[in-house]
C-alpha cells in the first residue's frame, strides 16, 4: 500500500498521485473534447436529426449525410476559399507585426528608464482633440486640421512642461497600452470605420492587417516584459561588455532566450487575430470577408443551420491546429538560465 | 430608365448572339455596368438573387455582385456604408421596416414604378401596394416577398380532438390546453403551442400578433401602435392587458425553454412534430412539406390570425362587444387583424449610385418581381419569397410541384389571401427610431414580463413610459406626422 | 507572493538597470567612424525600440477614444443624405444612472434582508482591511516609522463610506441621499467636487496621522474604495429585486476570472508534472481557444438546449426536464459563465504553463531532492516564480473579461428579461437599435468601471507581485 505513495524513481511521480493526476486531465480533456466532438457529429447531420433529439453516434444512431460539407466545400466553394485565404493572410501578417513590434517595445520597457513627461502628454491628447474638433465641428479638412494641430503641440510643449513638471514612468506607459483593450470593439468601430473610409482603404486586407495589429500589440507588450523580466541581467551585460549593440543583444540572446514566452504569445495573438468578429464585420463587405463573418452568417432567417455551422467550425479550427502543432515544441522548452541562476 | 421588358431584350441579345458574337456587347442594355447589390446571407433571398442576377446578366450585361453579411448586421452595415457617404452598395434587399431610417438615402422609385407595365402593380396585394412600398406618398422599394403573421396548427391533432381551426384567442388556448402534453401517435407528447418569446428576437412581434385584433377593428389607418389622433400609445388599456394575459398563458400549454426560443427553434419544433399550434411567418408552407427537415408533411393546415369578438374603445379604454359600427370589417363577428410584420423582403436603391447603375437595378428587381419570375420563386421554400401577388394564389400547379397536397395548399394559400386582402391589416411600426420603440422598450419589457419581473399593469405603465418619454425626446409632433403618413390616417 | 524584506527591487537595483542617458559604449576610441554612426544608433536604441509600439497604439486609439467620448454626449439621427449628432449633455449618463434606464444598468431595487446587511458591513470591512494592509506593505517597503496606520486607515474607510452613501443611486441609503441632494438643490457635477474634496480632506487627515503614503496616493486608494463600495450599495439594494448589466458583468468578471485561474493554474501545474503523455493533453486543452468565439456561442446553445441537446436524456434521467436553466437568472448566468470558463481557461493554462516550465530547474530539484513535500515547493518556489506572469495574465483577463458579448448574445439574447446582459451587450443592444449615444455612454461607464478595477489590480497585485510597492 506505501508503495503507492512513493515514487519509483526522482522526478517521477508516486503511482497514486500519477493515477490521480492522469485521472483528473482525461477528465478535463472529456470536458475539452466533447463539445467539438458534437460540432463534428452535427456537421453530418441531417436537419430533422437535429431538431429530433440528440443523437451520438454515426452508423449507430444515425445515417450521417454529406450535405453540409457539400454545401460549404462545393455548391458555395468560392464563397468559402476567399475568406478562408483572407484570416489566413490577415492573421498571420497582423501577429508578425504586432509580435515584432511589441517584443522591442517590451525589452525597451524592461531594460530601459523612460520618463515621458505628464505636459507632453497632456498636450498632445489637446491636440489630436483640437484636430477632431476641427475636422468634425468646423468641417475643416484633414491637410488644415493636421498642420494646425502640429503648431499647437510644438509651440505648446515647451512653455507647458515649464509648468508642469511631473513625468510618468515606464508603469505608467505600460499600463496604458494594456488599458487600450478596454474600451468595447462596439464602441470604436465606428470611428475607425470613418477613419478608414476617410483614406480609401475600407474593404482592404490591409486595415484589417493594421487594425488587427493594433489591438494586439498591448497584449504583445503586456506578455513579453513578464517573459523578459525573467531573464537575468548577467547575460545581457556580458554580451555589452563584448561589444556587443542593443540592437544584436535583443534580437541574437534576448529573443531566442525567451523563446518559450515568445512562441506562446505568438500563438495567442494569431488565435485573437484569427478569430476576431466585431471589426472584421466593420472594415470588410466583399473582398475582404473573414471567416468568423461567415460563421455567424449561417444564423439566418430561418434560424441557425447548425450542420453548415458546424462545418465552418471545424475548417476553422484546422490551420490553427497545425500552427500549434508546429509551434508548441518551442513552449515545452524550459530556459537555460538555471544554468545561471543562483 | 429601360421600359422594354428584359424577355424582349434577351431574345435580341440571343439573336444577336447566335448571328453576330461581336456585336453582342452594343445590343446589351447595360453593357460595362457593375451592380454591387447587397442583403444577408442565404440560401433565402441570396439564392434567388444570385440566380436571377445571372441570367439578368446574360440579358443586360450587367454584372450583378451580390454581397451578403449576416442577417443581424445587415441592417447596420447597410446603414453605415449608406450614411457615412461610402456608397459601395448600388441597391440591397432589406425590410420596409427599415424604412423610416433609411428613407432618407433611398432612391424614388415612384416615376419608375408608375411607367413600368411589365411589373403588373396592379396584380400585386393591395396591402404591399399602397402601405408597404409606399413612405410619405412615394414608392421606395420593389416587394419581392409577401411577409406577415399566420397561425398554423397541426391538422391530425385537431381532428382527434374534433375541433375547428381557432377563430378567436379563447379558442386558440383552449386547444392549446387541449393538446398539451397528449400523445398524438408518434410516441413523444406534444405541446399545446409554441410562440417565439425569446428577447431581442421576435417576441416584441407576436405580442402585437396577439393584440392587433383587440386594438385596431377599423382599418389599416386607424393604427395599432398609437392612436393618430393623440399619438398616444395605445398599450395601457384592458385590451392590451387581455393580450399580455392571453400571450403569458400561451407559455403554460408551451415548451419548458419557450422563454429562450426564437422563431427558427419554434418552427423547426413545430415541422418536427412537437406543436400543435404556432404563429410563424410564411416559411412554414413550403418547410412543413420538404421530406428533409419535416415530419408532418401534409399535416398542417393554415389561418389568418386568430381574432377576438371584444375590441378596445379608446375613449373609455375598455373592452367592448363587437358590432357593425365598432367592427366593419369583422368575419363573423369576429374581428380579425393580421399583422405585416417586417414587411417582406423588397428591393431598394441607393439614391447615391450611379445613373446607369440605378437603372440597372431598378430593371433587375423589376425583372424579379415580375410575374413570370416572381410566381415560381414563391413557391420554392428555399428562396425564401413567399407569396403577395394574387396570380400566385391562382394557379396550384406549381405548389404542387413543391409537394403540397391539394388540401394543404389550399389551406395555405387561403390563409394568405385571407390576409393579404384583409382591410384591418396592421401596418408594423414605421416611424423614425422605430427600433428603438419596439425592439429595446416593448421587447425589454416583455422579456421581464415573462420572465416575472413585473406584472401586467407593471408592464403596460412600463411601456407607456418609455414610448412617451421616446416620443417627447425625438419630438411628438413630427412622430406624430410621420405616424399618420405612415398608416394613412387623416 | 513576495514579502518586503526578502530579496526586494531596491532603489538599487532599479538603477541597476541600464538608464538610456548614462549607457556609453564600450568601444575602444580608435575605432572607426563607422562605428560613430553605429553608437549614435546604438544610444537612440531606446527611442527606436518603443517608438513604432507607442505611434501605433496612439494613432489609433486617441481618436476612437474621443470621438466615442463626444459620441455619449449626443444624440444620433439620421437625416436625408447623412446623419446629424445633437448635442445632449450627460443626458445619457443621467439616464442610464438615475433615469428610465436605471433599471437596465443597475437594477431595480427590493427588499434588504438581514443577510443583505452583513454583507454590506462585511465589505466595508473588507475595505478596511486591504486599505491596512496596503498602508503596511507600504510602510515595510519605506522603511518609515513604525507608526500602526489603524487610525489613518478609518479616517479613509468613513470618507470612503461616506462618499458612497452620498452619491449612491440605488441602494439603502438612496432614498436619504436624494432627500439630502434635493434639500440643498445644487446641480450634478456639484455633489461630485463634494465628494472628492471629502476625499482630499481625508487624505490630508490620514497624513497627519502618519499614513506612509503620498496625498496621491491616498486619493487614489479611497476612489477605489469610493467605487467599490457604492457597487456594494447598489448590489445590496438590488439583491431583493433585479441586478441590472453592471452587477451582472461584475459577476462574469470577478466569478468567471476566479473560476478560470483556478483551473487553468490547476491544469498548469498537472502538465508540468513528468507524466506520460503530458504533449497531448497541452495540445488538447489548448484547443478551446482555437474556436471562434461566435462559434462558441453557438455551440454552447446546442449544447445548452435541453429540449434537443446531448445533455437532454441527462436531464430527463436526472428529472429535470420540466425545469430549465434559460427560465431562472442566476441559472442562466451560471450556463453563460460555464462557456466563457471553457473558452478561456486555455489562455491562462498557456501562459501559466510557459511560466512553470521556465522556474529556476536548480531550486526546485535541490527541494526535490531533500524530499519536500509537493505543496510545499509550490508555496516557496513555484508560486513566488509565477506570481508576476500569473499576476499579468489575470489582468489581461479581467480586462478582456469586461467586453463579454458573444456568449449572452448568442444563449440568451441577454435574457430572462435583461439577467445574462452584460454591459458590452447593453451597449450593443442600444447600438443596434441607433442609439449611439447611449451605447456609447454605457461603454465609457464601463470603460470607467475596468479601468479602476484593472488600475487597484495593477497597484495592488501586480505590483507586489513582481516585489514593486504600491504608490
Not at chain 1, 507632453?120 to 474638433?133: D, E, P, R, T
Request: with cysteine; net charge positive.
Amino acid at each position: 500500500m506505501k508503495r503507492w505513495f512513493e515514487p519509483r524513481r526522482l522526478g517521477e511521480l508516486a503511482p497514486l498521485p500519477r493515477a490521480l493526476v492522469h485521472g483528473a486531465l482525461l477528465a478535463w480533456t472529456f470536458v475539452v473534447f466533447f463539445p467539438l466532438y458534437w460540432v463534428l457529429v452535427t456537421s453530418f447531420k441531417e436537419p430533422l436529426q437535429v431538431a429530433d433529439g440528440p443523437v451520438f453516434l454515426p452508423f449507430v444512431d444515425f445515417q450521417p449525410s454529406l450535405h453540409a460539407w457539400k454545401y460549404i466545400l462545393v455548391e458555395t466553394g468560392r464563397d468559402t476559399l476567399r475568406p478562408y485565404l483572407n484570416s489566413m493572410l490577415i492573421a498571420s501578417l497582423s501577429t508578425l507585426l504586432a509580435v515584432a513590434i511589441g517584443s522591442m517595445a517590451a525589452y525597451a520597457l524592461t531594460r530601459i528608464v523612460y520618463r515621458p513627461s505628464v505636459a507632453a502628454v497632456l498636450l498632445f491628447i489637446a491636440s489630436v482633440a483640437a484636430v477632431v474638433a476641427l475636422v468634425l465641428g468646423a468641417g475643416l479638412s484633414l491637410g488644415w486640421a493636421l498642420p494646425l494641430g502640429a503648431m499647437l503641440f510644438v509651440l505648446g510643449l515647451r512653455p507647458l512642461q515649464r509648468r508642469i513638471t511631473a513625468r510618468l514612468g515606464n508603469d505608467d506607459i505600460l499600463f496604458w497600452m494594456i488599458s487600450q483593450r478596454i474600451l468595447p470593439p462596439v464602441v470604436s468601430a465606428i470611428p475607425v470605420y470613418v477613419m478608414f473610409q476617410q483614406v480609401h482603404l475600407l474593404d482592404t486586407q490591409f486595415a484589417l492587417i493594421v487594425t488587427y495589429m493594433t489591438a494586439n500589440l498591448p497584449i504583445v507588450v503586456w506578455l513579453m516584459v513578464d517573459f523578459f523580466d525573467g531573464i537575468p541581467r548577467e547575460l545581457e551585460e556580458s554580451a555589452a561588455l563584448d561589444g556587443a549593440s542593443r540592437f544584436r543583444i535583443l534580437f541574437d540572446l534576448m529573443l531566442p532566450l525567451a523563446r518559450p514566452g515568445l512562441v506562446a504569445t505568438t500563438l495567442l495573438v494569431l488565435i485573437l487575430s484569427w478569430n476576431e468578429y466585431l471589426l472584421a464585420l466593420f472594415l470588410s463587405t466583399a473582398n475582404a470577408q473573414t471567416m468568423p463573418l461567415l460563421v455567424a452568417a449561417q444564423n439566418a432567417t430561418r434560424g441557425p443551420q447548425w450542420w453548415t455551422m458546424s462545418v465552418l467550425i471545424l475548417l476553422m479550427i484546422v490551420p490553427v491546429v497545425v500552427m500549434t502543432l508546429f509551434l508548441q515544441k518551442f513552449i515545452a522548452r524550459g530556459l537555460l538560465t538555471g544554468a545561471v541562476k543562483g | 430608365m429601360n421600359r422594354r421588358s428584359i424577355s424582349l431584350w434577351a431574345t435580341v441579345a440571343c439573336a444577336a448572339a447566335i448571328g453576330m458574337p461581336g456585336a453582342q456587347a452594343q445590343t446589351k442594355a447595360y453593357a460595362g455596368v457593375t451592380l454591387n447589390v447587397m442583403t444577408f446571407t442565404g440560401p433565402q433571398i441570396a439564392e434567388p438573387l444570385q440566380r436571377r442576377g445571372k441570367e439578368f446578366e446574360a440579358a443586360t450585361g450587367a454584372k450583378v455582385n451580390v454581397i451578403t453579411v449576416p442577417y443581424s448586421d445587415l441592417y447596420q452595415k447597410l446603414l453605415t456604408d449608406w450614411s457615412t457617404g461610402t456608397n459601395s452598395i448600388d441597391a440591397a434587399i432589406l425590410a420596409p421596416q427599415w424604412m423610416p431610417d433609411y428613407v432618407g438615402f433611398l432612391e424614388d422609385l415612384s416615376p419608375r414604378v408608375k411607367a413600368d407595365t411589365k411589373l403588373r402593380e396592379d396584380d400585386v396585394a393591395p396591402f404591399f401596394r399602397e402601405f408597404s412600398q409606399k413612405y410619405g406618398g412615394k414608392t421606395y422599394t420593389v416587394t419581392l416577398d409577401g411577409d406577415f403573421h399566420i397561425a398554423y396548427y397541426r391538422t391530425d391533432v385537431l381532428a382527434k380532438l374534433g375541433r375547428k381551426p381557432p377563430q378567436t384567442w379563447d379558442e386558440y388556448l383552449d386547444i392549446a390546453k387541449a393538446a398539451h402534453g397528449k400523445d398524438f401517435g408518434d410516441g413523444k407528447p406534444i405541446v399545446g403551442s409554441c410562440i417565439a418569446k425569446k428577447r431581442n428576437a421576435q417576441s416584441f412581434w407576436m405580442i402585437t400578433s396577439v393584440a392587433g385584433a383587440f386594438l385596431q377593428a377599423k382599418g389599416t389607418s386607424e393604427g395599432a401602435f398609437f392612436d393618430p389622433a393623440t399619438m398616444k400609445p395605445l398599450v395601457n388599456n384592458d385590451a392590451f392587458a387581455r393580450a399580455l394575459e392571453i400571450y403569458k398563458e400561451t407559455g403554460k400549454y408551451g415548451p419548458p425553454n419557450e422563454i429562450n426560443m426564437d422563431v427558427g427553434d419554434t418552427r423547426t419544433l413545430f415541422v418536427s412534430g412537437g406543436c400543435a399550434l404556432t404563429v410563424d411567418w410564411g416559411d412554414i408552407g413550403p418547410l412543413a412539406v420538404d421530406p428533409k427537415a419535416s415530419k408532418v408533411v401534409d399535416k398542417v393546415g393554415a389561418l389568418m390570425l386568430p381574432g377576438t369578438t371584444r375590441v378596445l374603445d379608446r375613449a373609455s379604454g375598455k373592452l367592448v362587444a363587437c358590432d357593425a359600427t365598432r367592427c366593419p370589417h369583422a368575419v363573423n363577428g369576429v374581428n380579425r387583424a393580421p399583422f405585416a410584420a417586417f414587411g417582406g423582403w423588397s428591393g431598394a436603391i441607393n439614391a447615391k449610385a450611379k445613373p446607369q447603375a440605378k437603372d440597372a437595378a431598378y430593371a433587375l428587381f423589376s425583372y424579379m418581381s415580375q410575374p413570370e419570375q416572381s410566381n415560381a420563386d414563391v413557391t420554392v421554400g428555399a428562396t425564401g419569397f413567399n407569396p403577395y401577388r394574387q396570380s400566385q394564389f391562382k394557379d396550384m400547379g406549381p405548389w404542387k410541384k413543391a409537394g403540397m397536397s391539394d388540401k394543404a395548399a389550399k389551406d395555405y394559400l387561403g390563409a394568405i389571401q385571407d390576409s393579404l386582402n384583409s382591410p384591418n391589416m396592421v401596418l408594423d411600426l414605421r416611424i423614425p427610431f422605430n427600433q428603438r420603440y419596439q425592439q429595446v422598450a416593448l421587447d425589454t419589457a416583455m422579456a421581464r414580463f415573462l420572465a416575472g419581473e413585473l406584472d401586467v399593469k407593471g408592464t403596460m405603465k412600463n411601456i407607456e413610459d418609455t414610448w412617451n418619454e421616446l416620443n417627447d425626446e425625438l419630438g411628438k409632433a413630427k412622430q406624430q406626422a410621420a405616424y399618420k403618413a405612415s398608416i394613412g390616417a387623416k | 507572493m513576495r514579502r518586503p524584506g526578502d530579496d526586494p527591487v531596491s532603489p538599487a537595483t532599479v538603477a541597476s538597470r541600464i538608464d538610456i542617458r548614462a549607457t556609453t559604449p564600450t568601444r575602444s576610441p580608435d575605432a572607426n567612424p563607422g562605428s560613430r554612426a553605429a553608437d549614435w544608433l546604438d544610444r537612440q536604441a531606446g527611442t527606436i525600440f518603443i517608438a513604432p509600439a507607442v505611434t501605433v497604439v496612439l494613432l489609433f486609439s486617441i481618436f476612437p477614444l474621443l470621438a466615442s467620448a463626444w459620441l455619449s454626449l449626443t444624440r444620433f439621427s439620421l437625416q436625408a443624405g447623412g446623419y446629424e449628432l445633437s448635442f445632449v449633455g450627460a443626458l445619457n449618463y443621467r439616464k442610464l444612472i438615475a433615469g428610465s434606464q436605471q433599471f437596465h444598468l443597475l437594477g431595480t431595487a427590493g427588499e434588504m434582508a438581514a443577510g443583505t446587511w452583513v454583507a454590506l458591513v462585511a465589505a466595508h470591512a473588507l475595505l478596511a482591511w486591504a486599505l491596512l494592509r496596503s498602508l503596511r506593505r507600504r510602510q515595510a517597503y519605506a522603511q518609515a516609522a513604525p507608526r500602526a496606520p489603524q487610525a489613518a486607515t478609518a479616517v479613509l474607510t468613513l470618507a470612503c463610506g461616506l462618499v458612497a452613501a452620498l452619491l449612491s443611486p440605488l441602494g439603502p441609503f438612496a432614498a436619504a441621499a436624494q432627500s439630502a441632494r434635493d434639500a440643498l438643490d445644487l446641480p450634478w457635477f456639484a455633489w461630485l467636487l463634494i465628494a472628492f474634496a471629502v476625499l482630499v480632506v481625508a487624505a490630508v487627515a490620514a497624513r497627519a496621522l502618519g499614513a506612509p503614503a503620498r496625498i496621491s496616493g491616498l486619493v487614489g486608494r479611497q476612489l477605489a474604495g469610493s467605487v467599490w463600495l457604492l457597487v456594494a450599495l447598489v448590489a445590496a439594494g438590488t439583491a431583493g429585486g433585479q441586478q441590472g448589466s453592471l452587477l451582472t458583468t461584475l459577476f462574469y468578471v470577478v466569478g468567471g476570472v476566479a473560476l478560470q485561474f483556478a483551473l487553468g493554474l490547476g491544469l498548469a501545474l498537472l502538465c508540468a508534472q513528468p507524466i506520460r503523455g503530458r504533449n497531448l493533453f497541452r495540445l488538447s486543452f489548448f484547443l478551446p481557444l482555437m474556436v471562434t468565439p461566435v462559434g462558441i456561442a453557438y455551440m454552447f446553445r446546442m449544447l445548452a438546449d435541453m429540449g434537443v441537446g446531448p445533455f437532454a436524456p441527462v436531464a430527463r434521467l436526472l428529472g429535470l426536464g420540466a425545469v430549465t436553466w434559460a427560465q431562472n437568472a442566476w441559472s442562466a448566468r451560471w450556463v453563460v459563465l460555464a462557456g466563457d470558463t471553457w473558452q478561456w481557461v486555455p489562455f491562462i493554462f498557456i501562459v501559466l504553463l510557459a511560466a512553470i516550465e521556465g522556474q529556476p530547474r536548480d531550486q526546485l530539484e535541490a527541494a526535490q531532492l531533500d524530499g519536500a513535500p509537493s505543496w510545499r515547493i509550490f508555496r516557496d518556489i513555484t508560486w513566488p516564480a509565477i506570481a508576476p506572469t500569473a499576476a499579468a495574465v489575470v489582468l489581461i483577463r479581467l480586462i478582456e473579461a469586461f467586453k463579454i458579448v458573444d456568449l449572452p448574445n448568442v444563449l440568451t439574447n441577454g435574457g430572462p428579461g435583461i439577467a445574462t446582459e452584460s454591459m458590452t451587450l447593453h451597449a450593443f443592444i442600444d447600438w443596434r437599435s441607433l442609439n449611439l449615444g447611449g451605447s456609447a455612454a454605457v461603454a465609457y461607464l464601463l470603460l470607467l468601471v475596468s479601468t479602476l478595477m484593472a488600475v487597484s489590480f495593477f497597484h495592488f497585485v501586480v505590483r507586489p507581485a513582481r516585489g514593486e510597492p504600491a504608490a
